[in-house]
């Protein structure tokens, strides 16, 4: 089992595992068509469908299996910000994947870089992961450039790969290898 310990700190941040005291503020990110735009078969969403969301995010605190989520919150003095998770897709390939939302309105800052990068250097560091990537839609540009400023290369677009609302579309696929990221080839949070 490979549990982070709580809270994981970073100059402006503490992220720790979903409780369901945060559905007022994840609500608020979630019921944002700007926010669900890019996610697949999303709409905004009811404050049930957050409640489930939520419930479902506080279970998410450590991976026990392969396929697991490890969520965490992003937490500022104004409540959770955001969500992180890494996804474990392989124990064999030491392979995970890396998602994230974050309220628009705490955007510009380089939030969403640093607690990407905190949970990034978990993944690496303490549970020996070789490689970590993370997809997005082709037009979903700030997704890309986050995972840009990672120091996430690249590797692929997947043209129309995918179903979304109905087209086909093309998915950006980014990666970084464990030497990658040891040798701070990223880029640092702005």
């Known amino acids: 089992m490979f549990q982070p310990t709580y809270p994981i700190r970073t100059p402006r941040l503490a992220l720790r595992p979903v409780t369901m005291d945060d559905l007022d503020d994840v609500y608020a990110f979630q019921r944002r068509p700007d926010v669900v735009r890019w996610m697949l078969g999303a709409q905004p969403r009811t404050r049930e469908q957050s409640r489930l969301s939520v419930l479902a995010m506080a279970g998410e ?3 026990r299996a392969e396929g697991d989520c490890l969520t965490v919150a992003a937490v500022t003095d104004a ?6 998770e890494l996804v474990w897709r392989s124990r064999l390939e030491r392979t995970a994947e890396l998602g994230f939302v974050f309220h628009p309105d705490h955007g510009g800052r380089g939030l969403a870089t640093e607690a990407a990068t905190a949970v990034l250097d978990c993944g690496f560091a303490k549970f020996g992961l070789h490689r970590v990537y993370g997809r997005c839609h082709c037009r ?3 997704s890309a450039r986050l995972m840009g400023r990672l120091g996430m290369r690249q590797e692929a677009r997947h ?13 950006l696929v980014f990666a970084i290898l464990a030497h990658e990221w040891r040798a701070g080839t ?3 949070p702005s």
């Open 186 to 188: 990223r880029t640092p």
């Open 159 to 171: 043209v129309e790969s995918y179903l979304f609302r109905g087209e086909w579309a093309d998915q």
């Open 140 to 142: 979903n540009a700030a």
């Open 61 to 63: 605190d450590a991976w």
């Open 79 to 84: 409540g959770v910000i955001g969500i992180v």
